[in-house]
Nanobody, 116 residues
């Protein structure tokens, strides 16, 4: 079955950096686009970044452009989210996502807290 496991969250001061990882299993990782979403307390889940399967084309929410970088390692079946210049408004639970055979799968999420 499809499984996504996120890691790398934690507490960081404003201006700091974190790298999130998501390791996948249960499907042919290299054949599928991957995405990171986030959900802040009391808000809806929002798309942060996507990366395509073959060309690794990336797209970002306007709120994170220039600060976050999504990447993938097909050999390790892992997608990453490098987050730099973090702001308090980046505080959220971050989720890894794949749409596999028309079904959305999610990890359990990893909490990122940006605070002084």
């Amino acid at each position: 079955q499809v499984q996504l496991v996120e890691s790398g969250g934690g507490w960081v001061q404003p201006g700091g950096s974190l790298r999130l990882s998501c390791t996948a299993s249960g499907f042919t990782f290299s054949s599928y686009a991957m995405a990171w979403y986030r959900q802040a307390a009391g808000k809806e889940r929002e798309l942060v970044a996507t990366i395509s399967s073959v060309t690794s084309t990336t797209n970002y929410a306007d709120s994170v452009k220039g600060r976050f970088t999504i990447s993938r390692d097909n050999g390790k079946k892992t997608v990453y989210l490098q987050m730099n210049s973090l702001k308090p408004e980046d505080t959220a639970v971050y989720y890894c996502n794949v749409r596999y055979r028309l079904v959305d799968y999610w990890g359990k999420g990893t909490l990122v807290t940006v605070s002084s």
